[in-house]
């Protein structure tokens, strides 16, 4: 059984919850409490949970109230593990079952599932993989846009975090990047050797349904970890250490909706959060330190602010390469990303001479549930890049009939520092323009109103911080 079949099956579980009055969203989080107990018990951390409150405990009561039974286990996680992460992610637990034999339905569902096909990630695979079916749902719709495990897993082995480092990302949703960073420098290094300098993980996520479930994947994975739930781009980025390794899929569309202000350390402020997110990462690196970062299209060519944040950007680093991603990867078919690698120089000038990029876009199949996008996908762009993080390794370019060429600085500053290079095929359809299945149409419809609804508000927020500051 993959992770689709046991993404189907618990789906399908959530039928007993809405026949318990349960809405859409409510019941996703409740699943990952009972989730978390049970694939605790599959890897094997269940012994650092207390006893008498793990799945075993659960399935294994006979008594005349099982619900009565569940809230006391959630009350006494959230508030008396020894395990801090335990306490965080059962804090204020609310359980919305409210009938024991609805419980009882879906805690021996989840007991009937084959779990020994479940991949490292689990907890993030089917956190994801619900979400995934919820947006598709059209009375509902998570609206977040997770990133691809192969795009995860291609960009950690070109980047290639190391024992010791810190390991960062700032918008880290369910944990993925630094998950996927654990389990390759694990796979590279002996355990003794992982076990007298491992590397250290750094997180914020802003949303709290998925910063529990990033709390969740640490803990089941182990990681030495800080992770904070907030926001990045405020004083709340406080609390993060520089950074030997940022990796982020920072979230797409406009700063909207808070009142706090951005950090002072930014300096180009505006409505642009994926401008922000990538001044917090090179302003956040070690000298030395190596980054990648997806990236929408418009970062690549707005004019006023964006090119001034592009120029300090291949000021203060080494731009090196550049993926331009295929269209559709996401689960918007109308999103068009790239991905940015860098590295912090020693000094605070001149760090950029030659940018490479690589097309993967021209031509590229449409990808979506037929046909997803896997491992293979990326070999030949990590060939062209090289076995060096930071970019070093000898490159040799493919022409303008090929994939991959390079820019130098001085070209680029003729172009007004526009780093959107294309080179192949200007006649590729948009992504909106290409067939779409019904249920993509529908999650397009309503990831363009939602993002619609940001932007408006953003300008609204900004109209009224003009009127106040005039009065």
């Excluded at 302003?283 to 300090?312: C, H, S, T, Y």
């Excluded at 199949?365 to 070093?392: I, V, Y």
Aim: aromatic share 8%; hydrophobic share 40%; charged share 25%.
């Amino acid at each position: 059984m993959n992770i689709e079949n046991i993404v189907q099956k618990i789906w399908n579980l959530c039928h007993i919850l809405r026949g318990d009055g349960v809405s859409y969203h409510e019941y996703i989080s409740e699943l990952t409490y009972l989730l978390f107990l049970k694939i605790a018990e599959e890897n094997g951390t269940e012994d650092l949970l207390p006893k008498g409150y793990r799945w075993r405990d659960l399935v294994g009561y006979e008594g005349p109230d099982l619900l009565n039974f569940y809230r006391e286990m959630l009350t006494y996680l959230g508030g008396h593990a020894e395990s801090e992460n335990i306490r965080k992610i059962y804090a204020f637990p609310t359980t919305v079952f409210s009938h024991s034999e609805n419980l009882k339905a879906v805690v021996d569902g989840i007991a009937r599932l084959d779990w020994h096909s479940l991949s490292m990630d689990g907890m993030g695979d089917i956190y994801e993989g619900l979400l995934s079916k919820n947006s598709q749902d059209a009375r509902s719709g998570a609206g977040q846009y997770f990133t691809p495990r192969a795009l995860v897993d291609s960009i950690v082995k070109l980047v290639q975090p190391a024992l010791g480092d810190v390991v960062q990302d700032p918008a880290t949703g369910s944990g993925g990047f630094l998950i996927s960073a654990d389990q390759q420098l694990r796979a590279r290094v002996a355990p003794d050797e992982y076990d007298r300098n491992p590397p250290k993980y750094e997180g914020v996520e802003i949303e709290k349904a998925t910063f529990r479930i990033c709390l969740m994947n640490a803990f089941l994975h182990q990681l030495d970890s800080r992770l904070i739930l907030g926001d990045a781009l405020t004083s709340d980025a406080d609390l993060l250490s520089p950074a030997d390794v940022i990796l982020a899929n920072p979230p797409f569309g406009a700063k909207a909706g808070s009142a706090r202000k951005l950090r002072e350390d930014i300096t180009y402020g505006g409505a642009n959060k994926q401008l922000a997110f990538l001044q917090h990462i090179y302003l956040g690196l070690k000298p030395g330190g190596r980054a990648a970062v997806v990236l929408p299209d418009n970062v690549l060519f707005e004019e006023g602010v964006g090119q001034k944040i592009r120029r300090e950007l291949m000021e203060l680093c080494n731009l090196h390469t550049i993926l331009r991603l295929p269209s559709g990867i996401f689960y918007s078919p109308g999103v068009k990303t790239n991905v940015l690698f860098f590295v912090r120089g020693e000094t605070d000038s001149g760090n950029t001479e030659t940018v490479w990029v690589y097309d993967m876009r021209h031509e590229a199949p449409r990808f979506g549930k037929k046909r997803p996008l896997t491992a293979g996908d990326f070999e030949p762009f990590e060939s062209a890049f090289g076995s060096d993080p930071s970019g070093n390794a000898p490159r040799v370019s493919e022409g303008e009939g090929g994939r991959w060429r390079s820019y130098d600085r001085r070209a680029i500053a003729d172009r007004s520092d526009n780093l959107d290079l294309i080179w192949l095929g200007g006649s590729d359809p948009a992504p909106e323009e290409l067939p779409a299945e019904p249920e993509e149409v529908a999650a397009a419809i309503i990831g363009h109103l939602r993002n619609a609804l940001a932007d408006i508000q953003a300008v609204a927020d900004e109209l009224g911080d003009s009127s106040g500051a005039a009065q």
